[in-house]
């Protein structure tokens, strides 16, 4: 007869899974699986970690030239109000009536009397004369001929300086005449 083999507490941990004859295979396949399932996912990671890395790169490079193409149309958008802006000063250049008032001046020549610049003002509000002088009393006398012309009716001295050089000392007058006035005249037939 044989021994019988009675055990009340059979183990079935994790362990001794494999020590069970007819659950070893069972086991084995577990276990192989486990380690395919684990290899396959450190791979994936692995892949999807590079492809992250190359989309970042791609995204970086992206967008930097995208920062460098906002850059460029920021300066052609600088390059473009510049010249707009210089249309505009041409062409309010060629509308304002410089002929007109600048024979007026012409006529109101006098040998003491040296127009040093003319500029308009800023806006187109006033027009700006610098005038010299060897005395206060021709270029007062100038001003007072200029008034009389119906383009410079509103002519003010607002600057008065002396000018010390070669030769005699000469006086410095700034004159403002306002532009509106110019204008009228300009539109004006027959308008001195």
């Known amino acids: 007869m044989r021994p019988l083999q009675i055990d009340f507490a059979p183990r079935h941990g994790v362990l001794e899974a494999g020590t069970d004859k007819a659950h070893r295979p069972l086991w084995l396949l577990t276990c192989l699986a486990m380690l395919i399932l684990l290899g396959v996912s450190l791979t994936t990671a692995w892949k999807l970690q590079r492809e992250r890395a190359v989309v970042g790169s791609r995204v970086a490079a992206l967008q930097s ?61 006033s027009n700006k004369f610098v005038i010299e002088s060897p005395n206060a009393a021709a270029a007062l006398s100038f001003m007072e001929t200029m008034r009389d012309e119906p383009a410079f009716g509103s002519l003010t001295l607002t600057r008065q300086e002396t000018v010390a050089g070669e030769g005699p000392v000469r006086m410095r007058f700034t004159l403002d005449a306002p532009v509106a006035q110019a204008e009228q005249t300009a539109e004006k037939p027959g308008a001195k």
Request: net charge negative; proline share 3%; charged share 20%.
């Open 65 to 125: 030239a995208l920062d460098v193409r906002e850059e460029g149309e920021a300066q052609n958008d600088s390059v473009k109000a510049e010249a707009a802006q210089s249309v505009q000063q041409a062409n309010m250049h060629l509308n304002y009536p410089w002929a007109s008032m600048l024979g007026t001046l012409e006529q109101s020549v006098r040998p003491e009397i040296t127009l040093v610049s003319l500029e308009m003002g800023v806006l187109r509000q």
